[in-house]
């Protein structure tokens, strides 16, 4: 591909375990602080009580007919477009709308499902527009009254990467001018819960990634929505820049629905080590999938020591998983956020409760404190989503300037 505008970060938004902002989000990686804790779940039967969940959500400024046709996983969407288009002029014609979403809708379905099994009751009558899996994007388009590409993409945990990747590659090509990508998931309930937890993949402590002694995943919820645009349009109006993106890589395994494959994501990183024009040797930091389960860790390290060679033991590494939970189809628009400003900040955050790594993994994975990248030269990032499936998206990022 002939890449025709340089696409840059202008605009960041989220809601998070760890902050509610991208400031605090980022004074939490700084400072070490989780949003992983321990919670009545009201259901016995599950093996874990860890969860990953926001600390408030404030829907006072939704008006009754947002919050009458959305719920919680709509409401995330909204509420972080706000943040990441706040100050900034949009063109509504020529600005796109690409979320990520796996499991919008929920906290619509269940309620009104278990009404209809046990009471045979009707069910709410926007039962469907709530749990639509687009029903997020929609809102979103309707809330900032933009008019242009407005799509949702459901690729299990590569959702959010995918989202960001195809908005990339929108406004890199001249479709559009800027566009909104991210993701927003918000499935914490019960019986989400209970399905997760008869996969034995849930973590009973916490989340370690790479870790000697990992034992699963933490589930969470979030959202993270950035805005993109051409170099040259955020240079006009001096906009701030927090990173851009140069490479966009995608694959799959075509293997199995839930055991990964290493050749699948080593593909989908050579492919945005192409798409980029850099080399194994040009990469800065890698922000991992890294969801510390036995299968994911081991297959995404076999992963980068494919794709990246001899390199692959040297880069900086850490997984962000340990901060956040994994939110699905929201982590890997979270964890881009977060590389853009580890490449802002020239920080990368350490890979949080893993005291000893898995040395079979043979990765130079950062611990305990922040890591300082170098500041005399241009960074390039890496961050990885593997989702089931075998849906792999890898996203290469550049500092700025």
Known sequence: MNPTHRVVITGLGCLTPIGATPETLWQSLMSGTSGIAHTPLNDPTLKFTATAQLSTLDTSTLTPAQLQTTERCSQLAILTARQAVSGIPLTPASTAIILGCSTNGRQAEEPETAKLYTRDARVHPLTIARSMASNGTSQVAID???????????????????????????????????????????????????????????????????????????????????????????????????????????????????????????????????????????IDYINAHGTATQANDATETAALHLALGDRAAHIPLSSTKGYTGHSLGASSAIETLITALTLHHRLAPPTLNTLTPDPALNLNLLLQTPHALPSTKTLHALTNSLAFGGLNAVLALRSYP
């Open 144 to 282: 900032l009254g933009i008019t242009g590409p407005a799509l949702t993409i459901s690729t299990a945990c590569a959702s959010g990467a995918h989202a960001i990747g195809l908005a990339f590659q929108m406004v890199r090509s001249g479709l559009v001018t800027a566009a909104l990508a991210g993701a927003h998931e918000a499935p914490l309930t019960r019986g989400f819960l209970r399905a997760w937890d008869s996969m034995r993949v849930v973590s009973p402590t916490t989340c370690r990634p790479f870790a000697a002694n990992r034992d699963g995943m933490i589930l969470a919820e979030g959202a993270a929505i950035l805005h993109l645009e051409t170099l040259d349009s955020a240079i006009a109006r001096n906009a701030p820049i927090y990173a851009e993106i140069v490479g966009f890589g995608m694959s799959t395994d075509a293997h199995h629905i839930t055991q990964p494959k290493p050749e699948g994501p080593a593909q989908a990183i050579a492919a945005a080590l192409q798409d980029a024009n850099l080399t194994p040797a040009d």
